[in-house]
Nanobody
Framework: VQLQASGGGLVQSGDSLRLSCRVS????????IGWFRQAPGEARKGVSC????????IYSESVRGRFTISRDSAKNMVYLQMNNLRPEDTAVYYC???????????????????WGQGTQVTVSS
């Protein structure tokens, strides 16, 4: 199983970015896919997750209303649309898969089995 995250960059406060995660080696239909982020000196934290089975989603309080997670099962792709970015969103963003998914729950890193390499998002004020 391999995951490849892309789409990060340097933007200004209020701008938007869309992160992509390409998943290979398994299908998304029986998986949960999560986005996590890790800022310097901090632990990795869950941002959002989506059920590959039914598309249900969960968001952290800090991004709810600004970020949208989605999946394209036909392409084995997962996306994170990030709008109205803030400096506190600056972090390395990771996508991860939990397979099989026994039920969507708040994304906790320890619950996920496979990880991508991360993509840097930097938001300047």
């Amino acid at each position: 199983v391999q995951l490849q995250a892309s789409g990060g960059g340097l933007v200004q406060s209020g701008d938007s970015l869309r992160l992509s995660c390409r998943v290979s080696g398994l299908t998304l239909d029986d998986s949960a896919i999560g986005w996590f982020r890790q800022a310097p000196g901090e632990a990795r934290k869950g941002v959002s997750c989506i059920s590959g089975r039914d598309g249900k989603t969960i968001y952290s309080e800090s991004v709810r209303g600004r970020f949208t997670i989605s999946r394209d099962s036909a392409k084995n792709m997962v996306y994170l649309q990030m709008n109205n970015l803030r400096p506190e969103d600056t972090a390395v963003y990771y996508c991860a898969v939990r397979s099989p998914d026994y039920g969507l729950a708040y994304p906790v890193p320890e619950m996920y089995d496979y990880w991508g390499q991360g993509t840097q998002v930097t938001v300047s004020s």
